[in-house]
Every structure is written in structure tokens, then in C-alpha cells.
């Protein structure tokens, strides 16, 4: 597995290009954003998973991830001093798949590494699935057809659509704006914030149990959404 790993204090660079190397890890470490760029431009294929620094010091961390999540679907987890759910929000809307604040200790790093990737790889064999299982609901996508204890529900393309998002992905925490990012314009809806929100609620309403307290699509206060763990 290759990391690129973009930390401008050298000290904690070092650090975690050690431990990462230990765990059997290699490594590609860069102290800017321009040096960044250049490696992303040439090997970007080659990489696994990305470990940006949000405050560099010749540009930002949310730069490069929205640089990679343009060319690629890679893993992108922030390193930064700042823990304030304002940037949290904001990184996760770059498409970043992890958040860890300094200080943090190593292990902790390299657990949520593993959680990371151990979800990219459960993702892309969902993706090859026919049958998709959630709890007691079933997708079959062949069909576009989904199930509730073996009973169909019906549900419209906007509907639908936004439930393959969150089986897509499982255990990931999804912003409003990275929801309605993915399901504009579906089968020429108009899609805006509070539509998403009628949306989650006709979901709830036709898959969980009790909707009021809800056990498959979870609100993470202050972030947005998530469906498995």
C-alpha cells in the first residue's frame, strides 16, 4: 500500500513516515502543496490513500483533496490543529473520507488508516453486487427493485438513487451537500436542501421500523448521514 503523506513540520513528518513504514506501509512525503502537485500529477494511479496537512504553507489541504477527487477515487484523510465543526463539515464536503485532530497518537492514525481502506475495498464489492443487503432491507440493482423482509417497496428514481448512495457507502459519514452533490437533477428533479430533507424522511418513512428513531439511514449531529458501520 502507498501513502502520500503532505506535512510541513518536519519533525512530525519524519514521525509518521517511520510508523507507517513499520506497519508496511510506503511512503511518499512531501513538505508542500507544490511538491504535492508535481507527485499527483505524475503517480497519482500508484497511490492508495492520501494524508494531507490542512495548513500548508503554500496553500491548503483541502486543495489537494479536491485535486484528487477530481481525477481519482481515492481514500483522503486531514491531519490538522483545528477541530472546530465548521472545518470538519468543510473537509468532508471536499470529499475527504477521515478527519483526525492533532495531537493525535499514532495508533489512532493508523487504526482509522485501516478503517478507510478496509471501506474503499467493501465499497467496490458492493459495487459489484447484485444484491445489496442493509439489515432487513434488500437491494436487487439488476432489477432496481428494493425489499423490506422480503416484501418490495416502491420507491421513486430519486429515491432509489439516494439509497444506492448510502449503500455505496456504508459505515461513511455523508454531508447534505455531498448527498445533493449526487442525486441533482435525477430524473429532472430539482434537488435543493430541503427536498434532501423531504427525501431522508420518505426513505425512513418507507424502510425503518420506527422512523422517529431510526436504526438504517442515522443522523450524525452536525455532519449529516450515515448507514452502517
Known amino acids: 500500500m502507498k501513502i502520500l503523506l503532505v506535512e510541513d ?3 512530525i513528518a519524519s514521525g509518521l513516515e517511520f510508523s507507517l513504514q513499520q506497519d508496511d506501509y510506503e511512503t511518499i512525503l512531501c513538505h508542500n502543496a507544490e511538491s504535492a502537485k508535481n507527485i499527483l500529477a ?3 494511479n500508484e497511490i492508495d490513500l492520501c494524508l494531507f496537512d490542512l495548513s500548508l504553507p503554500d496553500g491548503s489541504g483541502y486543495d489537494l483533496c ?6 481519482s477515487d481515492i481514500p483522503v484523510i486531514f491531519l490538522t490543529a483545528l477541530d472546530d465543526e465548521v472545518n470538519v463539515v468543510m473537509g468532508l464536503d ?15 492514525l493508523l487504526s482509522r488508516i485501516k478503517s478507510v481502506l478496509r471501506r474503499y475495498n467493501k465499497q467496490s464489492q ?13 437491494i436487487n440493482t439488476l432489477e432496481g427493485k ?5 416484501d418490495e417497496v416502491l420507491m421513486t ?13 456504508i459505515g461513511q459519514v455523508l454531508t447534505r451537500n455531498q448527498l445533493l452533490e449526487r442525486i441533482w437533477d435525477v430524473a429532472g428533479d ?5 427536498t434532501l430533507t423531504v427525501y431522508i424522511k420518505r426513505l425512513r418513512e418507507k424502510l425503518e421500523d420506527n422512523p422517529q428513531s431510526p436504526t438504517i439511514i442515522k443522523t450524525i449531529r452536525g455532519l449529516g448521514y450515515k448507514v452502517g458501520e
Open 9 to 11: 513540520d518536519k519533525t
Open 190 to 194: 430539482f434537488v435543493n436542501d430541503n
Open 66 to 71: 479536491e485535486l484528487v477527487k477530481k481525477r
Open 94 to 108: 471536499m470529499g475527504a473520507d477521515d478527519y483526525i485532530t492533532k495531537p493525535f497518537r499514532l495508533r489512532e
Open 126 to 138: 458492493t459495487q459489484l453486487k447484485t444484491n445489496i443487503e442493509i439489515e432487513n432491507i434488500r
Open 146 to 150: 428494493v425489499f423490506k423482509n422480503g
Open 42 to 44: 505524475e503517480i497519482l
Open 157 to 169: 428514481a430519486l429515491e432509489y438513487r439516494l439509497l444506492l448512495i448510502f449503500a455505496n457507502h
